[in-house]
């Protein structure tokens, strides 16, 4: 007879394909909870002590490390000193493996997990099987996934064993599955001892869609999730309606809520090609809509939406009125979402805002040849810290208009400026070489709307006074900036020049 050994954690159809294997005439070697489930079902099983003549031991942290496992699972079928070897030590091959590992991923995701329940749940014994059927696949058939049991069924009734191609790439799967258990308690443990740059970058992800094509139609591209995956991210979020998500709309759609991350009172944010087009704020949802379409009533077509309300009827209403690509809120009322629900393309995404301030990982990005690591631009500031660098103070309002533009301008790609109200955005100026031309552009599409209350923001320092005298002509009341320039003083002596109040807040934020 073939001998299978099934050892998992999930035990989901386990017994349709263990009574599959015995009616194909395998024998089953099984262990602890394994064996009990096919017990129980009436499949007969050989204990793993009775394979290897020693009993579990130490709380069942030692049960299948022994010779009688691993070298009916490592001896070559095709040398015959190894056959040899495991007949003269009355070792039996092992055609099958099936095991799947310690739920560790299940455990450290539980809030209230310790470190001791965790290191409990550490699989030793599995990825040692794993490992070892993996790579003897030329005789060994690995399976540790239930999704391919039918595979395996259908070709063992077709020629009695599975194919030598569909072994192989069983085995690749099998060294994905322990690379990747291994990655998560490497990153746990890395965690837990407080190291911040380990020698070694473990990560790992889950495949969560196929996209059609990438940036551009001739690029393929793929869509990876976290293994632990942030509740407050694309990935989580549920999509109630439209066409499936390309990679540039979910480029664009992470872009859009990290921005609405920064906001607690109703606030709408337009997004297009990774850029705000438009923030508005107000007392309801509806008018800060209102005002994040007025922001920019041209870019915002074909763009993203996040509201960090629920949507009502009369948001839908008007937001129907346009084509957007994709809409993004905590919930929509049942009215609200049929009437945004009639454009059948229109992608629309419930995400739970209630996670929003979740810790936060570090951000990775791919550069030819590695990646970069870094933390995320997260950094919590007040007013309070800023520092008033001109003879003309900040009112208490201008303050706060001041740091409504600062969060805008933190999310807009460098040379970044933003030219705001205390109701929403009126210019952003996003991506030029030089500063001057950045204030060019967002004064320009603000330049109807400056009033009074209309203050600048820049994400980095002025390496020149043209900027604060390019904003002061055009009715600029008050800057925030980093500071920072050697020539900082220029530019706050213009600013006293025209009585502009300005602010500096020691921290830059460039978005590249």
């Known amino acids: 007879m073939k001998r299978a050994l099934l050892s998992v954690s999930d035990k989901n159809e386990l017994v349709p394909f263990a009574r599959f294997l015995t009616e194909h005439d395998y024998e089953i070697v099984s262990t602890g909870g394994t064996k009990k489930v096919l017990d129980d079902a009436r499949i007969p099983t050989i204990s793993i002590e009775s394979v290897t003549g020693f009993p579990e031991i130490l709380d069942g942290r030692v049960k299948t490390l022994n010779p009688y496992v691993h070298g009916g699972l490592l001896g070559r079928r095709d040398l015959p000193e190894h056959v040899a070897t495991m007949k003269e030590l009355k070792i039996t091959p092992i055609d099958l493996v099936c095991v799947n590992l310690y739920p560790f991923k299940q455990t450290i995701e539980k809030t209230d997990v310790s470190l001791a329940d965790a290191i409990e749940n550490i699989d030793i014994g599995g990825p040692s099987m794993v490992r070892s059927a993996a790579k003897n696949y ?70 969560k869609d196929e996209m059609r094509y990438g940036e551009n139609s ?60 438009g923030i508005g704020q107000a007392e309801c949802i509806e008018k800060a809509w209102d005002r994040a379409y007025k922001a920019d009533s041209i870019s915002i077509f074909g763009g993203v939406i ?103 301008v933190k999310h807009t790609k460098s040379n970044a400026i933003v030219v705001a109200n205390d109701e929403r955005t009126l210019g952003i100026g996003a991506g030029q070489p030089n500063r001057i031309d950045s204030t060019k552009i967002a004064i320009k599409h603000a330049s109807q709307d400056i009033d009074e209350r209309a203050v600048l923001a820049s994400d980095a320092f002025f390496p020149m006074d043209d900027c604060v005298e390019y904003a002061a002509t055009h009715g600029i009341k008050a800057i925030v900036q980093p500071g920072g320039s050697i020539r900082d003083q220029d530019s706050i002596d213009m600013a006293n020049k025209y009585g502009i109040a300005m602010v500096t807040t020691g921290i830059r934020h460039f978005r590249h």
């Open 138 to 207: 030329h005789d060994v058939t690995i399976v540790v996934d239930a999704n391919d049991y039918s595979q395996v069924e259908t070709e063992i009734t077709a020629q009695g064993h599975t194919k030598l191609e569909t072994r192989a790439k069983l085995a690749a799967k099998a060294f994905r599955h322990t690379a990747a258990y291994d990655a998560l308690i490497a990153d746990y443990l890395t965690e837990q001892v407080g190291l911040k740059a380990p020698e070694k970058l473990t990560l790992t992800y889950d495949l």
């Open 306 to 408: 996040v509201l960090n309300r629920t949507v009502d009827v009369a948001t839908a209403e008007k937001m129907h009125q346009l084509f957007l690509e994709i809409i993004i809120a905590p919930a929509y009322e049942d009215e609200a979402y049929k009437i945004l629900a009639k454009k059948k393309n229109l992608r629309l995404l419930e995400l739970d805002f209630s996670k929003k301030n979740e810790n936060k990982k570090h951000e990775i990005v791919s550069v030819m040849g590695g990646v970069l690591v870094q933390e995320q631009d997260i950094l919590s500031e007040q007013t309070s810290d800023w520092k008033t660098v001109t003879e003309t103070r900040p009112t208490k309002k201008q303050l706060e208009t001041l740091m409504f533009a600062w969060k805008a």
């Open 218 to 277: 001739h690029q393929k591209a793929w869509f990876y999730e976290d293994a632990l995956p942030q509740h407050y991210s694309i990935s989580q979020a549920t999509q109630l309606h439209g066409k499936k998500l390309s990679y540039n709309n979910i480029k664009d759609a992470d872009a859009a809520i990290r921005i609405a991350r920064e906001f607690n009172e109703p606030t709408v944010v337009a997004l297009k090609h990774m850029n705000p087009c």
